[in-house]
T-cell receptor
Framework: GNSVTQMEGPVTLSEEAFLTINCTYT??????LFWYVQYPGEGLQLLLK?????DKGSNKGFEATYRKETTSFHLEKGSVQVSDSAVYFC??????????????FGTGTLLAVQP | GAGVSQSPRYKVAKRGQDVALRCDPI?????LFWYQQALGQGPEFLTY????????KSGLPSDRFFAERPEGSVSTLKIQRTQQEDSAVYLC?????????????FGPGTRLTVT
C-alpha cells in the first residue's frame, strides 16, 4: 500500500544548527510529495512540495528533493530559528486518473529549537 | 473570504452522544476533504466530496460516521453514539478543483474529546 515513514522526534536543536528530517515513502506510480508544518495552536500549512522525480521544493529556507531511487524526500534547512519550532509532516498524494487526491501523512516530527 | 473555518473548535461529548462537526471551506472551492488526527499521529483520510457528491468514503472507520455536503459548500461530519476511540482532532481541507497540483488548505480543526 501507500505509506510515509518519517523520523521520530522530538528533534531538539540550537538556533542556527543544520536541520534534517528524514522521510521515505512507499507508493505505486509517481506520487507528489509534500511537507506540511503545524505551528503551536495553528492549522496545517503547506511548507513545500515536489511533483516529480528530482524536483526540489523550497520555501522559507527549507528544501527537499524528490529522490525516486531512494524513495525519499528529506527536509533540510541550513540554519534553524526558534520560530521554526513546530511539528513537521511529510505526505504523499497519488496522481492518476480516478484517484482521490487525498493526502497520506507520516506521523509527524516535533522540532524544538532552543535559543 | 478567509481560510477554511471549522466549528466548534472544541467539543466534549459523553460516550454514546451524537456530535456534528461543521466545515466552511474557502468560497468557490470545489473539493472538500475530512481527516482524523489522533494524538501524536498524522492526519488520516476519512472522506472526500467534489461539490455535493461524496466520491470517496473509504476512510470512514465505521457506519457511525456520516458526512454530507448538500449544497456543495458547507459540510458536516456527524458521529453517532460516540466512543472513546473517536477522540481526535477532525480536520477539514478544501481545494479549488480536483486537479493535480492544487493545494489543500486546512482548517484549524475540531478537537473532540469523548468521556
Amino acid at each position: 500500500g501507500n505509506s510515509v515513514t518519517q523520523m521520530e522526534g522530538p528533534v531538539t536543536l540550537s538556533e542556527e544548527a543544520f536541520l534534517t528530517i528524514n522521510c521515505t515513502y512507499t507508493a505505486t506510480g509517481y506520487p507528489s510529495l509534500f511537507w506540511y508544518v503545524q505551528y503551536p495552536g495553528e492549522g496545517l500549512q503547506l511548507l513545500l512540495k515536489a511533483t516529480k522525480a528530482d524536483d526540489k521544493g523550497s520555501n522559507k529556507g527549507f528544501e527537499a528533493t524528490y529522490r525516486k531511487e531512494t524513495t525519499s524526500f528529506h527536509l533540510e534547512k541550513g540554519s534553524v530559528q526558534v520560530s521554526d519550532s513546530a511539528v513537521y509532516f511529510c505526505a504523499l498524494r497519488r496522481n492518476y486518473g480516478g484517484a482521490t487526491n487525498k493526502l497520506i501523512f507520516g506521523t509527524g516530527t516535533l522540532l524544538a529549537v532552543q535559543p | 473570504g478567509a481560510g477554511v473555518s471549522q466549528s466548534p473548535r472544541y467539543k466534549v461529548a459523553k460516550r454514546g452522544q451524537d456530535v456534528a462537526l461543521r466545515c466552511d471551506p474557502i468560497s468557490g472551492h470545489v473539493s472538500l476533504f475530512w481527516y482524523q488526527q489522533a494524538l501524536g499521529q498524522g492526519p488520516e483520510f476519512l472522506t472526500y466530496f467534489q461539490n455535493e457528491a461524496q466520491l470517496d468514503k473509504s476512510g470512514l472507520p465505521s457506519d457511525r460516521f456520516f458526512a454530507e455536503r448538500p449544497e456543495g459548500s458547507v459540510s458536516t461530519l456527524k458521529i453517532q453514539r460516540t466512543q472513546q476511540e473517536d477522540s481526535a482532532v477532525y480536520l477539514c481541507a478544501s481545494t479549488r478543483a480536483r486537479r493535480e497540483g492544487n493545494e489543500q488548505y486546512f482548517g484549524p480543526g475540531t478537537r473532540l474529546t469523548v468521556t
